[in-house]
């Protein structure tokens, strides 16, 4: 039944981008270097308002005034770990939604224990790719080869939902096609062009994407996710119809998500619970 | 008299990028990771030469040969802290222009309180939004909303002339129209897109370019800092002609701004005193 | 004989362009917050598979895996030295290629203190502009103008010499002409446009791209790195000739890149042994 899943989940999807465009909530990022340009772009293209700290010495001040946090361990360091885990618990305990993206896991074990302290402090939602989510899940280095996934996102479903059952988030693996997982249901998020991957940082910008949904509506993380997930993957596919290369295709991709219209949102939206 | 001042601020404008582009400028940025991509670019595109450098370790070897200093405290932490300060000192030492953009002064105390040291080392140029300039004027957190002014700068205007007397600086409020005072004589520069502020670290980028037109002539820091913002501003409106979004004006913004010639400059500069 | 030279060099560059998006090496950077975005993207476009890893945390379980290490020390300080230090120690002793650009290396006699230390780590290949590469030689400081360079590369060449026989890497150095040798042999790469050097980091990704390059082959380093300094100048080459200014230039570079064919690359390299 996709053409009535369709129906369902495209205004919905359109339903989270307008209220981001109308609430505009500020977003803070503690992520890494490569992404920080792409991400702000990526936010503040959707409406959404980033804030990019991260010293402890402010945290205390600002985490608290956040709509939501979004945390990427993707140029992790000691210096910048306990910023990280003062922003997690501060917004958990202030009940504001927090998103994880535990880029390369299972590169190193310090890495790898970063990221399951950081999940222990309750994200409201972790999206990863196959081989990050599946090194979560088993706890165990090395099945990430760097920061590009080795892995179909199809296989770490089960892994997903070990994890999501066990952390309390919902947990997105991104793939051809992305699936997200609560532990009990899993949709399939299915837009979105191969390209995408010829881009540095389009997943850390997707997550920062899905922290502007789940800020504008905590109570649905699975359809908060699935839904920026989606818009990101239209913007994507509209942006790579006038694309000749990764880079002009990250510009149209931005360009794309700022202007997308309700019918375009709607008519292209592909979310399936198959 | 508009259109007499206007014709007497499109020559000074020009006549500030010309001197740039020929006298190629070495500009110390210490700046946020989010702008430095884009504050780079401006730089060169105008004709200036950006070093970005920021260690302790090297400043009492390399500010005192640079034409201009940049600080921005977008990313602030304890560990650039110092070297800020100590740059800034040795600029100041050495009669070299610096040039302050004072991101999100009001969203920690930490943060406002650096600010606040920070000009107590004498800027020549701070540029901040509306939320910025009245937090640093009143010494107050609370009043900003990330990084994004919940102000208009016409509200700003008398903040920012209480703070060029306090500091001595010449002090800059960016907003639908840019004003620059110097405690006493207040400008407009009316050049821009609203479009620009979906664009991450656009502020950044043209306080890095203050800093360059600051740095070929010291002595009227008020004309050089309106200047910078009305060019910036005509970039920015060139490269709207053909933009579909802010990704791509991004791009047409820095072809606009290295390709800028003398009659689009004295045509489109709007700056009054009105 | 230059004509046969290209019938040599060309297929080779194309040989090393294929390897390398067949094999899409891993390669860890360790580079400056400016330069990350373009590195990555001139990576993944290349067909190779970046990894910002810079924690000594975790370089004990990473850096052994990758294919090739590069380290640059565009914006230094004394907390990423020791990684660097590390990373390029385990590089070398488990035999794999490492690269370095030494930016700036006379700005400071820290930097210079810093280049040197990392010189003695045995780098496969060190690439900077003129007035870096001549610091470097004479280890001295003061002859660097920020992160430009204010020498000529044919200046240059018999410091580069010097250094490739006390160092034992292949040494190039960038300029209108960007020359490469290894101490004795000495060729010539003619690619590129002079708009290359009006965007930030282009320095830094070609340099990234040697790694890649040279992960492929580690047994003729001098081939690798003449092919990508000419390769990255084709692409430059392709994209001047849509580009609207500094920043197109920077989109079209990467889509030509991602999108070089073998008769592009045959018939455009400019490798020569005058």
Same sequence: chains 1, 2, 3.
Wanted: include cysteine.
């Amino acid at each position: 039944m996709e053409a009535e899943e369709q129906s369902e989940w495209g205004p919905k999807a359109w339903a989270y981008l307008s209220s981001v465009r109308k609430q505009s909530p500020l977003i803070q990022c503690i992520t890494n270097f490569v992404s920080m340009d792409l991400t702000a772009n990526t936010l503040l293209s959707a409406g959404a308002s980033p804030a990019m700290l991260h010293s402890s010495n402010e945290i205390p001040d600002f985490t608290p005034q956040v709509h939501a946090l979004y945390i990427n361990v993707g140029t992790l360091s000691d210096n910048w770990l306990p910023a990280m885990k003062l922003a997690a618990e501060l917004a958990s305990k202030s009940n504001k939604p927090w998103v994880l993206d535990p880029v390369a896991a299972g590169a190193s074990s310090f890495r790898l224990r970063a990221c399951l302290d950081l999940i222990s402090l309750k994200p409201t939602v972790i999206r990863g790719n196959a081989s990050e989510i599946m090194a979560l899940a088993n706890a165990s280095v090395g099945s990430t080869k760097g920061v590009d996934s080795s892995h179909e996102s199809i296989d770490a479903v089960e892994a997903a939902k070990c994890l999501a059952n066990s952390s309390g988030a919902v947990v997105a693996v991104s793939g051809a096609v992305d699936f997200v997982t609560d532990g009990k249901r899993v949709v399939g998020a299915r837009n979105g062009v191969p390209m995408m991957q010829k881009i540095t940082a389009t997943g850390c910008a997707v997550t920062a994407l899905i922290a502007a949904f789940v800020a504008v509506d905590q109570s649905q993380a699975l359809e908060a996710t699935a839904s920026a997930l989606a818009v990101f993957g239209v913007a994507g596919e509209m942006g790579m119809e006038i694309a000749k290369g990764p880079a002009s295709l990250r510009m149209h991709l931005i360009d794309s998500l700022h202007g997308l219209d309700q019918s375009a949102v709607i008519s292209r939206v592909k979310i399936t619970t198959s």
